[in-house]
């Protein structure tokens, strides 16, 4: 299987920045996408920014101009650069990866999830 660990998360005033990373590790045969979504309270998970395999980026149209997805190959590790933060930014942000894991006995492809990290942009 595949872990997932988030780390950046964190307080920043209105118009910060914020850094999020998030590697991956296991028994990784391919990760062909990796990404971020968040989740504010009440609503529903959306997606923020994926980059796949081949660097293909898609943003969600509510951080284009703001925010910067970028990868790392070598250490399968996904970046999300986060400027000109606003208020409605605020939401637990939950690193996602569409990958191929070795099971023992057979290759399997699944959604995995990192545990989420808290960010918060307030004065």
């Known amino acids: 299987q595949v872990q997932l660990v988030e780390s950046g998360g964190g307080l920043v005033q209105p118009g910060g920045s914020l850094r999020l990373s998030c590697a991956a590790s296991?028994?990784?045969?391919?990760?062909?996408?990796m990404g971020w979504y968040r989740q504010a309270p009440g609503k529903e998970r959306e997606l923020v920014a994926t980059?796949?395999?081949?660097?293909?980026?898609n943003y969600a149209d509510s951080v284009k101009g703001r925010f910067t997805i970028s990868r790392d190959n070598a250490r399968n590790t996904v970046y999300l650069q986060m400027n000109s933060l606003e208020s409605e930014d605020t939401a637990v942000y939950y690193c996602n990866a569409d990958a191929t894991a070795y099971i023992t006995t057979y290759y399997r492809r699944s959604i995995y999830w990192g545990q989420g990290t808290q960010v918060t942009v307030s004065s």
């Open positions: 980059i796949t395999s081949g660097g293909s980026i």
């Open positions: 296991g028994s990784i045969f391919s990760i062909h996408v």
